[in-house]
């Protein structure tokens, strides 16, 4: 039997978080663990009575995607991009990079290396388990990308003592993320996605992009051919021989602002060569604006990779109407077959704690609207 429908509903991973959460997470509030659980529930709800296929934890219990990683690992510190301000290269060109893209400097954070990391506790398997034990349906379990934390971690003032170089903690960086999904993956997740935003950044924003908002140190090289080897080698290592879940690879163009027009914009084409040479078996894209370009660069994808479509926009309040989804699903099943497409909004509903770009409403009305296309499609 198989284990979701055709065309399964689904969510990239974050959940806005409700307002008395949010509260408890400043306030460092003595019950926050039974809040996030409180959150946590109220999430995977929303989900299902939106009709979504396979849930996930709405990510509550942690302030982004990538940061929450603080919590569970030593060697590593929560920095906001204020802070960091005083260990970049370059202070000033870095501030305006913020003013220009949008960024609050005081409500985004950087997990930053400053000594050996060591796992202090899971990163997500106790949140899978909690998930798990509260439905029925189909789970994901989302982690940031092996690429995206080498990369936005290293900063050379602080890191380098304990890491000369990124590619010695790329090493533990794959290490841990290794056992965490060997993990997942023995206790039965069924999807484990890695978030890889920064890989369009390397083929849309070109060689004089040297900082994004995710990536305060921006430890890349000048060719971005190179740091695409670099990720794919990352990748790999991560995820070789471990059978199970679903491995994903989620990439998209920035999620940190409701301005279209700061976010990038360009075709996966560039990147699909290097999509090719991944060992995973889905890819979840963004495309639900014209930012995304053309469906025909899922053509060649490799034989069988199945296509996480973002068919709704978690930044705007418009609701897709469902036969407009339906339509633009049906495109793609002209170019890859129906069994491949699963059906998502192009990025999280609240990646960032304190900026979430939608509220819980609109993220149920567009989930509702995606599971109202798929209605359509199978029938």
Known sequence: MARWPLYPVTVVGSWPRP??????????????????DDATLLAIKLQEDAGVDIVSDGEQRRDNFYSFICERLDGIRLMTMADLLEYVEDKAAFENLLSALDVPAFAIKNPTVVGKLSRRAPLVLDDYHFLRAHTKKPVKVTLPGPYLLSRS???????EAAYPTRELLADDVVGILRDEIRELAAAGADVVQLDEPVLSELVFAGKSATRTFMCAALAAS????????????????????????????????????????????????????????????????????????????LRDLPAGA??????????????????????????????????????????GFGTFADRPVATADVASAKLQALAAAATVLRA
């Open 19 to 36: 307002a008395w959460l949010l509260d408890a997470m400043k306030k460092k509030r003595t019950d926050l663990r039974q809040l996030q």
């Open 306 to 347: 199945l296509v996480g479509f973002g068919a709704v926009n978690p930044r705007t309040t418009e609701i897709e109407p469902p036969a407009e989804i339906a339509a633009r699903v049906r495109r793609l099943a002209g170019i890859i077959s129906p069994e491949r497409i699963h059906l998502n909004p192009d990025c």
């Open 222 to 297: 000048a060719s971005p051919e190179k740091e695409l080897d670099f990720a794919v080698d990352l990748v790999n290592r991560v995820v070789d021989g471990i059978d199970g879940p679903v491995l994903a690879l989620h990439v998209c163009r920035g999620n940190w602002s409701q301005k279209e027009d700061v976010l990038l914009q360009g075709s996966y084409d560039a990147l699909i060569p290097h999509f090719r040479r991944m060992r995973v078996q889905q890819f979840v894209l963004e495309y639900a604006t014209p930012r995304a370009g053309s469906l025909e660069a």
């Open 153 to 159: 971690s290293w900063v050379k003032n602080l890191s």
